[in-house]
Nanobody, 123 residues
């Protein structure tokens, strides 16, 4: 069974950049749609970005559009979330999630979750 493992989180000053990685453990996830969610402290989990199984289609939510981008490298079985111009509001635990099929525009259907990686953006 495929298991996503997130990495790349850390502490960064506002305006800085981080690149999160989601790597497959056990099996490749080349056949999966991959999404990124985040949970800010004291708030509900929210959708961030998603990408189709072949990387041809990607979607980012309005709150991060223009600053974040999602990409995948199936040769390395890795999906990336590039985060630029970070703001304190971006502070959250970021989760990589998988679903077998569906729409990149739907936040439902993600049934495999990683452990999350902490991103903290200071003022």
């Amino acid at each position: 069974q495929v298991q996503p493992v997130e990495s790349g989180g850390g502490l960064v000053q506002a305006g800085g950049s981080l690149r999160l990685s989601c790597a497959a453990s056990g099996r490749t996830f080349s056949s999966y749609l991959v999404g990124w969610f985040r949970q800010p402290p004291g708030k509900k989990r929210e959708f961030v970005a998603s990408i189709s199984w072949n990387g041809a289609n990607a979607y980012v939510t309005d709150s991060v559009k223009g600053r974040f981008s999602i990409s995948r490298d199936d040769a390395k079985s890795t999906v990336y979330l590039q985060m630029n111009s970070l703001k304190p509001e971006d502070t959250a635990v970021y989760y990589c999630t998988l679903k077998r099929d569906g729409s990149i525009y739907s936040i439902s259907g993600y049934d495999v979750w990683g452990q999350g990686t902490q991103v903290t953006v200071s003022s």
